[in-house]
């Protein structure tokens, strides 16, 4: 008993150390690879690519459902990408409301015949419209049935004539330079292959929107999507730029990412099977590349290049996180044969590894822990100064390492430059293991519940919409 | 096992003291601490780096603005230095910034405004700042060094810029090869002789960008790029070629397609589509089937849409019973073009 007592115990304690030895691993990493890339941006004038004729090809796919009282203005924002070469494809998956008929009206869009490859399986395909204005030149709409975000994209891969296809989610808000910044890892490649790159998003509450551009960056004033924007800081800046830097990426944001078009094809394109598309995706076609020994390369972006809506109410949220550990689950199950497999290197060895250990256990363990904690208090077996102690040191850990996050923030894009927002940042990070990390956990936690009920639902994730400032109405 | 397990465990037990986690709580709140406070040192050190920079292009901006403006015949004298901004210039952080302003205008100006912002940098002897960078040991200073002077048409420095074309930071080589192009135009690109690493589809961009209003000088110079050994100047000089619509390389343009790398014959048949005649369209249909890579045989096919004439049709309509259905869509494609511009 005793010996299971201390096997459990500290177990836990390497767990933990090991844990947190990533952390500052991965933060040492981080800071390597952020002042590299600054280092290298600063030289840089990455307008010479909108207006080159050798620019590489993107088709943009927005995939949109149900997104009727704002689809105009995020097609318009699209629209005004800088870029010349450049299609836009939004892919109406089904809306119930009024999404195309809205579309159909503003963009003066008509039925038209497209070769149209089906290369990947999708739920059928209505009709594909082209607008009759010019204007709207880029423009191609697909309308079909509902399928699911993953069925979506791959109708617009397989309308997608480009060179390098842009996955954006239709609400997201892009910087002038975004679609720039993020091709151009696929313009340095030389003996490695460029197949994904991936830039950061940042939460767009409180912030100041006009005609789709972003004007004026607050940190958001509700807890929620303030706590969501010091998370994001931390995973954008720490974690995937220190993933970057070993060439171990094993998720590109769903909200913007860009991919070769010929790899994503030959990898098999989205899985309609998951939920977690946009990480299962990268994670095939890395697998893909090294089962061909091609040498490749993900690349990561950490300038600010994308914003959108985190979500305001713990529901949503709760929604939000549920189908992300179910998402997790399915891609990590699904590619096992990576798990500490040499053949696939870094990915093989360390990326899948990192995510089954610190992602995916480490809230069944916290759960469990938590649950062994208190059937332990309930029996006496608590040793109250060392139980003290040992939490002190934990939340002080997890302090340290967002302060660390806010540091790398402040030191490099500093976007939460107004007054007070720091201070504010910092008390965040102080309650966010008291307000919203159980929380967190407890949305894994019934996420993995909802997976062994084969609950597959997406989850509805409404949105309050941006600020904006005073503009002209939509036109339809 | 048990055995050794509980050995691990008695050793982990005697790490595990709670004077050790008092320590470590203790480091740890230190380390907060001073990261909070260098947050606040680097806020305030970047508010102030700025206030400084906006006060300082304040006080620059009139007396650039009449720089920019000056005729040419007022060019034999020097220009005259403001009393205000005369001290400003012992001081490195002013010069820097004036520096960085000069260099912000030159890139958006050129003919006689330009020139005066160059007559001005050398006056100043700024050139020595930017040089002093370019002899650094650290590449983001000699990058940084390297392009002032390239911006500053600084040619007494092409000799030193000259090696750095294959320094083996990228970035730095990268600064050096646009260097060269920027104060020599083709002459520049004689670094392409001894070139040791690939240039990448961005040097390409930037290079081609600074030649766009240059015709090429000589038939010579190019058909020894297009026979290098080093595939990516092959790849350049075919952007080339397709950029001005150098008709007069369509042959060896032609060659390129049984080029063993697959990067330069797509690029080739790029190439043709912007130098259309019937010899090309005739060299990608025989090549067609001689082509290994897929991928390149579906690129043909769409490049017949801008070289391809009606003669092309019987070629297209036998795809049409391909197997592939990509290979069918592609010819597909081609012939709705070609019957439409028919």
């Known amino acids: ?77 699209l629209l005004s990408i800088y870029y010349n070469n450049l299609e836009l494809i939004v892919i109406n998956d089904g809306s119930k409301d009024d999404s195309m008929a809205k579309l159909i009206h503003a963009y003066q869009l008509e039925p038209v015949q497209l070769n149209y490859h089906q290369q990947l399986a999708t739920k059928k395909v209505k009709s594909v419209y082209k607008s009759t204005n010019p204007v709207y030149s880029k423009l ?43 091709l151009k890892p696929f313009m340095d490649q030389t003996d490695n292959k460029v197949i994904a790159t991936g830039g950061v998003v940042r939460i767009a509450n409180s912030c100041v929107f006009k005609n789709g551009k972003l004007i004026d960056v607050n940190l958001p004033k509700d807890f929620l999507p303030r706590v969501q924007a010091l998370e994001y800081i931390r995973a954008f800046l720490l974690g995937r730029m220190a993933w970057s830097n070993l060439n171990g990426l094993l998720l590109i944001s769903g909200a913007f990412g860009a991919f070769d078009r010929q790899v994503a094809i030959d990898a098999g394109g989205y899985d309609h099977n998951t939920v977690g598309e946009d990480m299962e995706l990268v994670v095939r076609m890395r697998r893909y590349m090294a089962d061909r020994k091609i040498p490749y390369k993900v690349a990561f972006i950490p300038d600010p290049l994308c914003w959108t809506e985190a979500p305001a109410s713990y529901k949503i949220l709760g929604r ?23 053949k696939y290197g870094v990915l093989g060895m360390m990326s899948y590894p990192y995510w089954l250990f610190y992602e995916l256990l480490a809230p069944i363990i916290e759960f469990t822990g938590f649950v062994i904690f208190l059937i332990l208090a309930f029996m006496g077996y608590i040793n109250w100064p060392f139980f003290a102690v040992l939490t002190a040191f934990i939340l002080i850990f997890g302090w340290l390492f967002s302060t660390f996050a806010i540091l790398m923030e402040v030191a490099t894009f500093n976007q939460y430059k107004k007054r007070g927002e720091l201070r504010k940042l910092i008390l965040t990070a102080i309650v966010e293991p008291f307000l919203f990390h159980p929380f967190v956990v407890w949305s894994s936690i019934k996420g993995i519940w909802d997976l062994l009920r084969k609950k597959n639902s997406w989850g509805e994730m409404t949105r309050q919409g941006f600020n904006t400032a005073a503009t002209e109405a939509p036109k339809a | 096992m048990t055995s050794t397990l509980s050995t691990v465990l008695y050793q982990l037990a005697r790490f595990t003291s709670i004077e050790l986690f008092f320590i470590a709580i203790g480091t740890l709140t230190t380390i907060i601490i001073a990261l909070i406070g260098a947050i606040l040192y680097i806020m305030l050190a970047k508010r102030n780096i700025a206030k400084q920079q906006a006060q300082l292009q304040q006080q620059f901006k009139y007396w650039l603005v009449s720089i920019i403006l000056q005729e040419p015949d007022q060019q034999l004298q020097r220009f005259e230095v403001p009393d205000d901004i005369k001290p400003l210039l012992y001081r490195r952080f002013a010069r820097k910034a004036l520096l960085a302003e000069l260099i ?39 990058a940084k060094g390297i392009q002032e002077l390239a911006v500053m048409e600084q040619k007494a420095y092409i000799d030193e810029i000259y090696p750095l074309a294959n320094h083996r930071h990228p970035m730095v080589r990268m600064e050096a090869q646009i260097a060269l192009v920027c104060l020599q135009q083709y002459e520049g690109l004689s670094f392409f002789e001894n070139l040791k690493y690939p240039l990448t589809e961005w040097h390409h961009i930037k290079l081609l960008q600074l030649l766009a209003n240059h015709p090429i000088p000589s038939e010579t110079i190019v058909n020894s790029w297009l026979n290098s050994s080093n595939p990516s100047v092959v790849q ?55 082509e290994s890579s897929k991928v390149l045989q579906l690129t043909i096919l769409s490049g017949l849409v801008k070289t391809g004439t009606a003669g092309e049709l019987p070629f297209l309509q036998e795809l049409q019973l391909a197997p592939d259905e990509s290979v069918r869509l592609a010819a597909l494609k081609t012939i709705q073009h070609l019957q439409q511009q028919a």
């Open chain 1, 1 to 77: 008993m005793a010996f299971l007592y201390n096997l459990f115990h500290y177990g836990l304690l390497v767990y933990a150390v090991s844990m947190l030895s990533c952390y500052i691993f991965l933060g040492t990493l981080a800071i390597v690879e952020a002042v590299k890339y600054l280092r290298r941006s600063r030289l840089t004038n990455y307008n010479l690519l909108a207006s080159s004729p050798f620019a590489p090809s993107v088709s943009i796919l927005a995939p949109a459902y149900n997104e009727g009282a704002n689809i105009i203005e995020n097609v318009r924002s």
């Open chain 1, 140 to 182: 191609l709409v697909i309308d079909k049935e509902n399928g699911g975000k993953a069925d979506a994209l791959n109708s617009g891969i397989n309308l997608a004539s480009n060179q390098y296809l842009v996955c954006i989610d239709v609400d997201c808000i892009l910087e002038q330079d975004a679609l720039l910044k993020l």
């Open chain 1, 320 to 342: 939000q996180r549920n189908r992300w550990m179910r998402g997790t689950i399915e891609t990590l199950s699904m590619h096992r044969k990576l798990f500490l497999n040499p």
């Open chain 2, 104 to 142: 912000r205008l030159k890139n958006d100006l050129s003919g006689q405004s330009g020139n005066n912002l160059i007559k001005l940098y050398n006056e100043l002897q700024l050139d020595r700042l930017s040089a002093y960078d370019m002899r650094n040991g650290r590449w983001y200073d000699k």
């Open chain 2, 236 to 290: 350049f000089a075919l952007k080339l070629i397709a950029e001005q619509h150098a008709t007069q390389f369509q042959n060896e343009v032609i060659a390129r397609l049984s080029h063993p790398s697959d990067a330069v014959r797509n690029q080739a048949i790029a190439c043709l589509g912007e130098i259309p005649s019937a010899p090309a369209a005739t060299a990608l249909r025989t090549h067609y089937s001689s």
